[in-house]
């Protein structure tokens, strides 16, 4: 039976509609934990430096940048200096749904983008701090469409730094929308491309074109990185060993996935659990 270390989730009260805004200069004042959130959080960071870790990779941002958490994903904060920007925390329901499934394409492969420090988009806090507190239809409103103003700016960065110069179509967007859908929920028994081009309906040379198209990846490298972050996760919060965590990720082979591993992350399993050992056990 699986012994789940305590990784707290924090379920922030989002009134009104499911907003709320904090200076990024609380980090100095209180410290986090390993956490995870169950709902988005983007990161407005007009000045300074803030070093964060999310889902095991090390975000590092200085200067003006924009970036987001997911719901779910574990993160913790590192390192901040002379922050100045807001951190925007949104309920998933008050996003739309097109926004949303850019986060969800994009996520792990960039969560920051670098922006101008003058960019309109720190302006948005400021109007929507002065909005705050009313709860008129109108403010209500107001507040929607400068959130959904944040998310749009920060999903389109996202896609212009992403993909090509030949704009993906949107019949590879779709494809790749379902790609990552079907891996989230298949990994642990398919590992082959051909696999979820078959369910796909579709050539597996075409479903690489399409997903290394508008991610950059081919798709082998998706199927991999759900497999990693999922091992990662079962060896920061489990008691399980290495052989029962290859047994759970599908792998009759512990000594094939112990190399899988080690080629994926740099470090072998074991190594990895001993690096994060305290952080595991540590109450937040």
């Known amino acids: 039976m699986k012994k789940y270390s ?12 499911g907003i709320k805004l904090m200076p990024l200069s609380v980090l100095s004042e209180k ?7 169950d709902h988005y959080m983007f ?21 003006a940048f924009l970036g987001f958490v997911a719901p ?4 913790q904060y590192i390192h901040q200096k002379d922050l100045e920007g807001w951190f925007l925390f949104v309920d998933t329901n008050a996003i739309p749904a097109h926004y949303r499934e850019v986060l969800e394409t994009y996520q792990w492969i960039r969560q920051s983008v670098s922006v101008n420090e003058k960019d309109v988009v720190f302006d948005i806090p400021i109007i929507l701090e002065k909005v705050e507190g009313n709860d008129g239809l109108h403010s209500v409103s107001v507040k929607q469409s400068l959130v959904e103003s944040v998310i749009g700016m920060m999903a389109s960065q996202i896609m212009k730094f992403q993909v090509s110069e030949h704009t993906s179509t949107g019949q590879k967007y779709t494809i790749t929308r379902q790609f990552k859908k079907l891996v989230k929920e298949n990994f642990k028994k398919s590992k082959q ?27 082998s490298f998706w199927i991999q990185q759900e497999i990693l972050l999922e091992a990662r996760r079962l060896l920061f919060y489990t008691k399980m060993s290495v052989k029962q965590i290859a047994n759970e990720l599908g792998y009759d082979d512990p ?8 080629k994926g992350t740099g470090m072998t ?16």
């Open 72 to 75: 779910g994903q574990i993160h």
């Open 43 to 63: 990161i407005l960071q007009q000045s300074g430096i803030f070093t964060l870790e999310v889902d095991f990779n090390t975000i590092e941002l200085e200067g």
């Open 269 to 284: 399993a074991l190594q990895f659990k001993a690096k994060n050992k305290d952080l595991s056990h540590k109450d937040h």
């Open 31 to 37: 410290e986090t934990g390993i956490h995870r959130d």
């Open 193 to 219: 491309v051909q696999q979820y081009a078959q369910a796909l309906v579709i050539t597996p040379l075409y479903l690489n074109e399409a997903i290394k198209e508008v991610t950059g990846y081919p798709a």
């Open 255 to 262: 000594i094939y996935f112990s190399r899988f591993f080690k």
């Open 6 to 17: 305590p990784i707290s989730v924090h379920h922030r009260q989002l009134e009104g509609f």
